[in-house]
């Protein structure tokens, strides 16, 4: 860029009618411009100062969302482990409170009436069925 | 972490509730392996009452064919019971019954069962404040 076009632009950046465009190109010059004429020193040396503050702002920017998207997903861990620990205190209640069942040829049944029914017929099984042997049970001393 | 930790918990939590019913039997085992397959049948009940008596724990389990399987379990056990009781038909036993030692909170533990020459059978667990007289009278009390 000529030097004719940075003293356009600074004057403009002066009279506060720089685009961020123009901005941008301004900085982009005195970033890469090692030696400037000394009359521009104090653009060189506000230009740094603008990007300094600028990196900052950005980083700092870059740190609330860091700590903004921590807290965002530690709140999230801890309401889904709050869920997590809700569901699983009612499974475990609702095992306890299901806790009698059957399982007839691999099916899970939970009617209160049938699984009495096949816990008692499991109990005529196991008992004697003549009568003799009903006897002999009968008259066990244990 | 916390969620796998809560998960980890309540597994461990389940499996120390299962494995307190039948601590130390091997019947446990075929509750376990059997009470699932076709052709089987599982009744497990805690704090019921059956035929006027409470029981803390009853498990049963009605089979068709493990029988061959089931055997040696009942075996191991019939060596840690407390009595045995035994019906012998034709030089098989049939059915028979074993009081175990109780649980460390006192309770008696009872193994009942029948068994075919089929393989076909019948195993019951019961635990409770039960006297082995109550036992009898739940089991083999003749209905008219």
Not at chain 2, 25 to 53: N, P, T
Request: hydrophobic residues 35%.
């Amino acid at each position: 860029m000529k030097q004719e076009q940075i003293q356009q632009l600074l004057n403009r950046y002066l009279d506060g009618l720089t685009t961020n465009q123009e901005e941008r190109q301004l900085r982009h010059y005195f970033r890469k411009t090692q030696i400037v004429p000394p009359e521009w020193r104090p653009y060189k040396v506000l230009f740094a100062w603008e990007q300094r503050e600028d990196q900052k702002q950005r980083s700092s920017r870059r740190n609330y969302m860091k700590h903004g998207i921590a807290a965002s997903l530690t709140a999230l861990i801890l309401v889904g482990a709050g869920l997590t620990a809700k569901l699983l205190i009612t499974q475990h209640s609702t095992l306890n409170t299901q806790q009698n069942y059957a399982v007839i040829d691999g099916q899970l049944i939970t009617d209160t009436e049938l699984i009495m029914q096949e816990a008692e017929q499991a109990l005529v099984m196991v008992s004697a069925t003549d009568d003799e042997t009903f006897d002999a049970l009968n008259n066990i001393q244990l | 972490m916390m969620k796998r930790t809560i998960v980890f918990m309540f597994i461990l939590l389940t499996f120390s509730t299962m494995a307190s019913a039948q601590e130390g039997l091997q019947i446990a085992s075929a509750f376990s392996r059997f009470g699932h397959e076709r052709g089987c049948k599982m009744v497990e009940m805690h704090d019921a009452r059956l035929r006027g008596y409470k029981l803390k724990t009853y498990q049963s389990l009605t089979y068709r064919t493990q029988g061959d399987a089931i055997a040696p379990l009942l075996d191991e056990d019939r060596r840690k019971a407390q009595k045995i009781r035994e019906v012998v038909n034709d030089g098989h036993v049939t059915s028979g019954y074993y009081i175990m030692p109780p649980t460390d909170n006192g309770l008696n533990r009872y193994i009942l069962y029948t068994q075919k020459e089929d393989k076909s059978g019948t195993v019951i667990y019961i635990e409770g404040t039960l006297q082995p007289d109550d036992i009898l009278k739940l089991c083999y009390q003749r209905k008219n």
